[in-house]
């Protein structure tokens, strides 16, 4: 008689010992597909999706609101006297007197939406443009204000909106990741915990890259591939030796992951950052050209997001260039820093929009143009704003949203949002509306609760949201 027919039956408590990573890999399986395999849909996991990929435009620091999508012509009719309402404490103590906007607005595209001259080719896309005048945060501190705009917390260690996508939907190219963060020289405060993963599976955090034809640090193999497959199949089976012996570990399963997508990177992420093969007219619309380094980066950066969506990256996240004015966050010296800023990101901006919608890519692509707080619209000093988490604007584009249409408002100053204000809970259910999600449904089981990404808030703003 055999070795094998001699032993005793198994008992239950060994038998799920044994095949507890066999469990775990089918899960694996079902969410990500075979390694190497293309896109895998997730229609059966959400099989309503409007938006299949996001791009999201972080402009770090606190654009000025009254600067740019929400003008104020009381502004310049009391320009240089005491603000005519009572206001909170802000930020810093030295508050100045009303500061009128440097720049002209107008009226732009069928639907007449108002752009100041500071975004002249983001304002050639206004029918495109859903303007929400009416956003408020619950923080005017940078780092705090930045974890609640990505994470819908203010404070670190929650997942962000974009491991959120990749956790819902995968990445829809196993040789690339969910989630990317181009990376245009300058991380928010709060550092790379604002493109964390949180408790969610590590797999699904935001992996950072720079503008240019090597995003990635290390990324080319110094020895033979097959050398490098046999190693990393060494790890595996070692990884799956100690869990059996062990038991499950997710934190395991996500290190094999990342390893396995790093492979696959090797080859996928040159080939997405190579622009040779784009046309002259391409790099000129995106300003790769331009006599403007900063305009060049964030032009690289926008090439660069359209790139890997097409080749099926869920959410890609841009931080601006490092234009030497801290941000957006003018405190002082408004006109310059302002003007600066825009420059760098206007024209790639507006390229983007229309080569999207060249591609026949921007109705599965939803665009958004965010930042983690306005600015007040008195003066700190004597040419700068403060920070003002009270009204401030974004907008979104493609993939379902309603071009040429503003929601909310502000008061005369631009202050507070004193009609239909909107949350950063709201942003984010309706961005996950977009892409075919019923925020209260997407959630990931942590410390015995149910959680997601609007918490135990959060509604749809169906005014921005196509019928």
């Known amino acids: 008689m055999s070795a094998d027919l001699q032993r005793p039956p198994l008992t239950r408590r060994e038998a799920l010992r044994r095949c507890a990573m066999?469990?775990?890999a089918v899960a694996f399986t079902g969410l990500f597909g075979a390694p190497g395999s293309r896109a895998q849909e997730p229609a059966a996991r959400f099989p309503r999706r409007i938006a299949k990929r996001?791009?999201?435009l972080y402009m770090d620091g606190g654009v000025s609101q009254v600067d740019s999508f929400d003008p104020k012509p009381r502004l310049a009719l009391e320009d240089g006297k005491p603000i005519g309402m009572k206001i909170p404490k802000t930020q810093f103590a030295d508050v100045g007197a009303v500061l009128k906007s440097p720049w002209e607005f107008a009226q732009h595209g069928q639907s007449g939406l108002w752009v100041s001259s500071l975004f002249p080719q983001v304002a050639r896309h206004?029918?495109?443009?859903?303007?929400?005048?009416?956003?408020?945060?619950?923080?005017s501190e940078h780092t705090s204000a930045n974890y609640f705009l990505h994470t819908g917390n203010g404070q670190q260690g929650r997942p962000s909106m974009g491991a959120w996508a990749s956790y819902g939907f995968g990445s829809g190219n196993a040789d690339l990741p969910g989630f990317i963060v181009i990376n245009g020289g300058l991380i928010p405060a709060g550092g790379l915990d604002n493109f964390g993963a949180g408790f969610l599976p590590a797999s699904f955090q935001g992996s950072v890259f720079k503008p240019g034809p090597q995003p990635v640090a290390n990324l080319r193999a110094r020895e033979d591939p097959a050398r490098q497959r046999r190693k990393l199949d060494l790890a595996r089976a070692l990884d799956r030796a100690g869990q059996e012996r062990e038991g499950a570990s997710p934190e395991i399963e996500a290190a094999i992951a990342n390893a396995e997508t790093a492979f696959r990177m090797q080859t996928a992420v040159p080939q997405a950052a190579d622009l040779r093969g784009e046309s002259d007219d391409i790099k000129r619309a995106y300003g790769l050209e331009h006599e403007y380094e900063h305009t060049r980066t964030f032009g690289t950066s926008c090439l660069l997001a359209r790139r890997l969506v097409e080749r099926g990256v869920r959410f890609v996240e841009l931080t601006p260039p490092a234009t030497?004015?801290?941000?957006?966050?003018?405190?002082?010296n408004l006109k310059q820093g302002h003007e600066d800023n825009a420059r760098a990101v206007?024209?790639?901006?507006g390229a983007l929009l229309a080569d999207l919608e060249e591609r026949g890519l921007l109705d599965e692509t939803l665009v958004?143009?965010?930042?983690?707080?306005?600015r007040t619209p008195m003066a700190q000093g004597r040419d700068g704003r403060d920070h003002n988490p009270f009204g401030f604007s974004i907008w979104l584009a493609g993939a379902g949203a309603r071009g040429g249409t503003v929601f909310g408002a502000t008061d005369e100053y631009g202050y507070y949002a004193v009609e239909d204000p909107v949350e950063?809970?709201?942003?984010?259910a309706t961005m996950l509306h977009l892409m075919g999600v019923n925020h209260k449904e997407q959630t990931f089981r942590f410390d015995s609760r149910d959680m997601r990404l609007t918490d135990v808030h959060g509604k749809v703003v169906t005014a921005v949201v196509e019928a």
């Open 22 to 24: 066999g469990f775990g």
């Open 54 to 56: 996001v791009i999201f």
């Open 126 to 139: 206004a029918d495109k443009l859903a303007v929400i005048r009416s956003m408020t945060s619950k923080f």
């Open 324 to 332: 030497g004015h801290d941000r957006w966050d003018q405190h002082s």
């Open 346 to 349: 206007d024209q790639p901006i």
């Open 368 to 374: 958004v143009f965010g930042t983690e707080f306005g």
């Open 424 to 428: 950063i809970y709201d942003l984010h």
